[in-house]
T-cell receptor, first 113, second 112 residues
Framework: DADVTQTPRNRITKTGKRIMLECSQT?????MYWYRQDPGLGLRLIYYSFDVKDINKGEISDGYSVSRQAQAKFSLSLESAIPNQTALYFC????????????FGPGTRLTVL | LAKTTQPISMDSYEGQEVNITCSHNNIATNDYITWYQQFPSQGPRFIIQGYKTKVTNEVASLFIPADRKSSTLSLPRVSLSDTAVYYCLVIIRMDSSYKLIFGSGTRLLVRP
């Protein structure tokens, strides 16, 4: 969905480095999510935020942190990247007033060497 | 603890109806079931949602039996462009939080 953008699209980094993945949306949705996708495991929820002052841990939050800078921006940080954090990361948004549907960004492919 | 299970893969031919089932135990009456389609190198795309009986939209139908232990995504008359991975997602409300559980995906191959 072009209304949800993620930067960078690809990133290669080394073990121990701090990495920030950014997500922006123009859909005006209050709810935003970060997922990671690994082959054969589907998508797993890292963190979610229902508004600017609300942050919730998902299924696999260890090793990650997030910041909701504004309604439209939700950043995911890896404070000290490790190789098993190599994955495809997706940001998503949803508007509970309209539907349960989530709208996903194009993804960020992160490789930790 | 809720868990979702889907078949790993399915094959079909153009013009056929395809039914993909997701098993999900321990979900409550108002917990939602949603389905997504994903093409390589893209984010998942919402297809349909529901929490009981049957829902139909312009691209698919979703059937949820009374016991709600499973749901079936039905794609009528598939085409080659429907080749993708399909995920079910169960959204479970827990007191003041939510639990979102994706299935591991069903890889659908549509043959000419």
């Amino acid at each position: 969905d072009a209304d949800v953008t993620q930067t960078p699209r690809n990133r290669i980094t080394k073990t121990g480095k701090r990495i920030m993945l950014e997500c922006s949306q123009t859909k005006g949705h209050d709810r935003m999510y970060w997922y990671r996708q690994d082959p054969g495991l589907g998508l797993r929820l890292i963190y979610y935020s229902f508004d600017v002052k609300d942050i919730n841990k998902g299924e696999i939050s260890d090793g990650y942190s997030v910041s909701r800078q504004a309604q439209a921006k939700f950043s995911l940080s890896l404070e000290s990247a490790i190789p098993n954090q190599t994955a495809l990361y997706f940001c998503a948004t949803s508007d509970p007033k309209l539907a349960i549907a989530q709208y996903f960004g194009p993804g960020t492919r992160l490789t930790v060497l | 603890l809720a868990k979702t299970t889907q078949p790993i893969s399915m094959d079909s031919y153009e013009g056929q109806e395809v039914n993909i089932t997701c098993s999900h135990n321990n979900i409550a009456t108002n917990d939602y079931i949603t389905w997504y389609q994903q093409f390589p190198s893209q984010g998942p795309r919402f297809i349909i949602q529901g929490y009981k009986t049957k829902v139909t939209n312009e691209v698919a139908s979703l059937f949820i039996p009374a016991d709600r232990k499973s749901s079936t995504l039905s794609l009528p008359r598939v085409s080659l462009s429907d080749t993708a991975v399909y995920y079910c997602l169960v959204i479970i409300r827990m007191d003041s939080s939510y639990k979102l559980i994706f299935g591991s995906g069903t890889r659908l191959l549509v043959r000419p």
